[in-house]
């Protein structure tokens, strides 16, 4: 089985300071993927990654950065945390192709004061 | 742009009753996945579809892909309390087939 790990599953975190969300896969798949989930906007992706080093935006990716030093391992970062950041955020990963499906981690909810 | 749509947003059912969320796309898909999310868990992967027509069977649900690759449905017969959760629809985005497109997904509501 897949297993996709996240970093923590709840964090508080201040407005204005910087904030690392890590996710961890064992299963050697090329794609990683950042998520934020909110209440009717449904998944909405801000980065991905389909290699080492390698990175491209999401639908929303102002605000984020991403860091991926080694295959099992992409980090989400909060340059300077803002209350909208407020959200569950959701890792994936997933093998390359066209019939590509995801694999999900349990999602870190993240409260910004 | 590219977009998934999903109806209903929400449905609440007596447990016994059938129900039925539907999956429309803007465009073509090449194929067309399912994902499940329990209320405070993450999306599963349930089932991809990737022919035209396609109809496949999971116990209880009954997904099914349209003839012109754009629409889909999945139907759950005698609902349980086991069934609730948000059902998301998700294809490949036309521009770059390692994201998917997702929709916003349908909440389901199962009062015993």
Known sequence: DVKVTQSSRYLVKRTGEKVFLECVQDMDHENMFWYRQDPGLGLRLIYFSYDVKMKEKGDIPEGYSVSREKKERFSLILESASTNQTSMYLCATGTSGIRETQYFGPGTRLLVL | ?112
């Open chain 2, 1 to 112: 742009g590219q977009q998934v749509m999903q109806i209903p947003q929400y449905q609440h059912v007596q447990e016994g009753e059938d129900f039925t969320t539907y999956c429309n796309s803007s465009t073509t898909l090449s194929n067309i996945q399912w994902y499940k999310q329990r209320p405070g868990g993450h999306p599963v992967f349930l089932i991809q579809l990737v022919k035209s027509g396609e109809v496949k069977k999971q116990k209880r649900l009954t997904f099914q892909f349209g003839e012109a690759k754009k629409n889909s449905s999945l139907h759950i017969t005698a609902t349980q309390t086991t069934d609730v959760g948000t059902y998301f629809c998700a294809g490949p985005n036309a521009g770059n087939n390692r994201k998917l497109i997702w929709g916003l997904g349908t909440s389901l509501a199962v009062n015993p």
